[in-house]
């Protein structure tokens, strides 16, 4: 065999494993062009979306190029959505989905999401994480997580996976082998897990193992270390933890695709080049990696898009997601305290702040969120404020002028998102409660302590969809 038949051979081999993103709204001639030379899948996020509608042209003309090519997508619903970036999510996350706790309604929502990514021309969608949040400081996965109980975790993994793929998408079971017990952001460093292989197997392995049960068509490799299989390398570059737990232990015959690989836990280590190892073919040619290795997950790729499009060949994919069972979850997940309830519903416009945090990188920072908007709609002359950590510290924002001022002789309304994980955001609650025992406290996050006295809804999470929850208990016009 000529060496430019061989190279281009390997090259197709290469591509094939491969999955890149792109930006803007229509396919770059570079990624047609790949497409043509055997790039097997693309994965989408929020800068190539605008509708559902445009992304099912968008896929139909990458698709143009090869009827079977994957196309994937990061959308999990709740505060990391890439469907509705720009609207926020019409349905909850996990963390309400896990509060309500009825497998159905998981499934209900997930099916909703199913036919909406199958209308647009998605085929595999990088959801549900099935990380067990295990440590309530984890900067990365907090509400993403069905909770922290590794049974609920698994249950509604296993709903989670039945329904989006009974819509014809398949799901991807992330981080594994479990992100929800460390403290570091993996978009910036590596985080650690270092418990033993008891404790792993307890806590953190049970969503997984469900997972595969239910017949998951892909896991994704979380970019953490995992001393008790392998000390040296994360778990997206150990054959121990892919291979020997996953694999043989767990028994996972499926897809394994890895977290974004430019992420700082592999980069800040290996480079972009060794975290991929780019250009696979010198990878092969120089004795790094066996060609057969390349070719047996070249093989995986093409069973698994076969599988894809004969589920398109099969038929449309039912009626579009709008049949509200987004909202309805959203409505089951917010909570009360009891000085909430007698506090409500609100009858004059109120001062709505909010109190921002700086969120992780899997949250889109274009992705709105709230009680303010829907609070304005159901109440006229509703005002807010928008206030963030560093404002304060710097003393440029302060609560007396820019939220206690303003609300003098209105209700107060207080949004938190995740307080008890940031001191500034805490302090500031305290502070506005003191002088407005009043003021009705809305968190959005993971629930902190909570006191009797204490006038408090929680949402579970900060989508559109619970948002709206949130402003309707206020309003009295829906009751959880």
Same mark, same amino acid.
């Given at each position: 065999?000529?060496?430019?038949?061989?190279?281009?051979?390997?090259?197709?081999?290469?591509? !094939?494993?491969?999955?890149?993103?792109?930006?803007?709204?229509?396919?770059?001639?570079?990624?047609?062009?790949?497409?043509?030379?055997?790039?097997?899948?693309?994965?989408?996020?929020?800068?190539?979306?605008?509708?559902?509608?445009?992304?099912?042209?968008?896929?139909?003309?990458?698709?143009?190029?090869?009827?079977?090519?994957?196309?994937?997508?990061?959308?999990?619903?709740?505060?990391?959505?890439?469907?509705?970036?720009?609207?926020?999510?019409?349905?909850?996350?996990?963390?309400?989905?896990?509060?309500?706790?009825?497998?159905?309604?998981?499934?209900?929502?997930?099916?909703?999401?199913?036919?909406?990514?199958?209308?647009?021309?998605? !085929?595999?969608?990088?959801?549900?994480?099935?990380?067990?949040?295990?440590?309530?400081?984890?900067?990365?996965?907090?509400?993403?997580?069905?909770?922290?109980?590794?049974?609920?975790?698994?249950?509604? /993994?296993?709903?989670?996976?039945? +329904?989006?793929? !009974?819509?014809?998408? @398949?799901?991807?079971?992330?981080?594994?082998?479990?992100?929800?017990?460390?403290?570091?952001?993996?978009?910036?460093?590596?985080?650690?897990?270092?418990?033993?292989?008891?404790?792993?197997?307890?806590?953190?392995?049970?969503?997984?193992?469900?997972?595969?049960?239910?017949?998951?068509?892909?896991?994704?490799?979380?970019?953490?270390?995992?001393?008790?299989?392998?000390?040296?390398?994360?778990?997206?570059? !150990?054959?121990?933890?892919?291979?020997?737990?996953? %694999?043989?232990?767990?028994?996972?015959?499926?897809?394994?695709?890895?977290?974004?690989?430019?992420?700082?836990?592999? #980069?800040?280590?290996?480079?972009?080049?060794?975290?991929?190892?780019?250009?696979?073919?010198?990878?092969?040619?120089?004795?790094?990696?066996?060609?057969?290795?390349?070719?047996?997950? @070249?093989?995986?790729?093409?069973?698994? @898009?076969?599988?894809?499009?004969?589920?398109?060949?099969? +038929?449309?994919?039912?009626?579009?997601?709008?049949?509200?069972?987004?909202?309805?979850?959203? %409505?089951?997940?917010?909570?009360?305290?009891?000085?909430?309830?007698?506090?409500?519903?609100?009858? @004059? =416009?109120?001062?709505?702040?909010?109190?921002?945090?700086?969120?992780?990188?899997?949250?889109?920072?274009?992705?709105?969120?709230?009680?303010?908007?829907?609070?304005?709609?159901?109440?006229?002359? #509703?005002?807010?404020?928008?206030?963030?950590?560093?404002?304060?510290?710097?003393? /440029?924002?302060?609560?007396?002028?820019?939220?206690?001022?303003?609300?003098?002789? %209105?209700?107060?309304?207080?949004?938190?998102?995740?307080?008890?994980?940031?001191?500034?955001?805490?302090?500031?609650?305290?502070?506005?409660?003191?002088?407005?025992?009043?003021?009705?406290?809305?968190?959005?996050?993971?629930?902190?302590?909570?006191?009797?006295?204490?006038?408090?809804?929680?949402?579970?999470?900060?989508?559109?969809?619970?948002?709206? =929850?949130?402003?309707?208990?206020? /309003?009295?016009?829906?009751?959880?």
């Amino acid at each position: 065999m000529s060496s430019s038949k061989y190279s281009s051979e390997l090259r197709r081999l290469a591509l !094939s494993v491969l999955q890149p993103g792109f930006v803007g709204t229509e396919a770059p001639d570079w990624i047609l062009r790949d497409i043509g030379d055997g790039l097997a899948s693309v994965v989408l996020f929020s800068r190539n979306i605008v509708s559902t509608e445009q992304v099912a042209r968008l896929t139909a003309r990458l698709r143009a190029e090869n009827p079977d090519l994957i196309v994937a997508i990061d959308e999990e619903a709740g505060d990391v959505t890439r469907i509705e970036s720009a609207t926020g999510s019409s349905r909850p996350g996990n963390f309400a989905l896990g509060t309500v706790d009825d497998a159905e309604l998981t499934e209900a929502v997930a099916a909703d999401l199913g036919r909406q990514l199958r209308t647009a021309g998605v !085929s595999l969608d990088y959801a549900p994480s099935a990380d067990v949040n295990s440590n309530p400081d984890n900067p990365i996965i907090g509400v993403r997580s069905f909770g922290s109980d590794p049974e609920v975790v698994a249950r509604h /993994t296993t709903a989670w996976i039945r +329904g989006l793929q !009974s819509s014809g998408v @398949a799901a991807c079971a992330k981080h594994f082998p479990g992100h929800g017990d460390v403290a570091v952001d993996s978009h910036h460093d590596l985080p650690a897990y270092p418990a033993g292989l008891d404790e792993i197997a307890a806590q953190a392995l049970p969503p997984f193992r469900a997972a595969v049960a239910a017949g998951v068509r892909a896991v994704m490799s979380g970019h953490l270390l995992v001393p008790a299989y392998d000390p040296d390398l994360p778990a997206t570059l !150990s054959r121990r933890i892919l291979h020997g737990l996953l %694999r043989e232990e767990l028994g996972f015959d499926g897809l394994v695709v890895s977290d974004a690989i430019e992420m700082g836990a592999v #980069t800040r280590r290996y480079g972009i080049d060794g975290a991929t190892v780019k250009a696979l073919t010198a990878a092969v040619t120089g004795g790094e990696l066996p060609e057969e290795r390349l070719a047996e997950a @070249a093989g995986r790729v093409r069973e698994f @898009a076969r599988w894809s499009a004969g589920l398109r060949a099969a +038929g449309a994919a039912g009626d579009a997601a709008g049949d509200g069972i987004g909202h309805v979850a959203a %409505r089951r997940a917010v909570r009360l305290t009891g000085a909430a309830r007698a506090a409500l519903p609100l009858t @004059a =416009a109120p001062h709505v702040v909010e109190l921002a945090p700086v969120t992780n990188m899997a949250i889109g920072k274009e992705t709105p969120w709230g009680v303010a908007e829907p609070l304005r709609e159901r109440l006229p002359g #509703t005002t807010s404020v928008r206030v963030r950590g560093q404002e304060l510290e710097e003393g /440029t924002v302060a609560l007396e002028s820019c939220a206690l001022e303003p609300a003098v002789g %209105r209700p107060l309304v207080i949004v938190a998102r995740d307080a008890a994980r940031h001191t500034w955001m805490s302090r500031a609650v305290t502070g506005l409660t003191a002088a407005r025992p009043d003021a009705i406290v809305v968190e959005m996050g993971l629930p902190g302590t909570t006191t009797v006295a204490a006038a408090q809804i929680f949402t579970h999470g900060a989508s559109a969809a619970s948002g709206v =929850a949130a402003a309707e208990v206020l /309003t009295a016009a829906s009751a959880p």
